[in-house]
């Protein structure tokens, strides 16, 4: 029987080679640990991004069964920022990446951490009002409250899909069925 989990020591390499191939962080102070499958990091970068792009090349990584970031954000003396100049800048990149539903997402800032709330119709919508803000010179750090509220009911997205699928010349929609259900 083949066993499919990797070794801490494989997957410790492959973590550092991530890193290390990535141009968008600046990996001389990170830290690695693995334990159990369990990737830590630890350390500091100069960006919030960095932060996040560092859990994303352990996200790459086959093996790992969660990751702990544990990356401290250490501004730049020329990337620091008083909380009340972050939401301008924070509102008018989200204004930028979604000009069709940016009122709906309110921005709040406490010690340069950037909480985004509201409602969104789509979750991709929340994915790039986060994406959004990244990159907000001063951002330590983000929590994604927003919610997923659809316009449109599950049923009548199946209803639409389903028509969809009957003009098409290239799908059989007697044998193709749709399903869709509502989230809390």
Known sequence: MKSDTRSDID????????LRSNLDIDAAYIAIAVEGG???LSGFVRSYNQS?????????VSGFTAVANDIEVRLPV??????PEIPCDAVSA???ELPYSFEHIRVDVRNGWLTLEGQVDWYYSKERAERAVRR???VKGIFNLIQIRPRVPP???KR???ESFGRSAEVDSNRTTVETTAEP
């Open 11 to 18: 997957i410790k390499d492959d973590v550092e080679n991530q």
């Open 38 to 40: 369990v990737v830590t």
């Open 52 to 60: 996040w792009e560092a859990e994303g090349a352990v996200k790459r």
């Open 78 to 83: 020329f990337n620091q920022r008083p909380d």
């Open 94 to 96: 989200i204004q930028a």
């Open 136 to 138: 907000v010179r001063g």
């Open 155 to 157: 049923a009548e997205v």
């Open 160 to 162: 639409r899909i389903e």
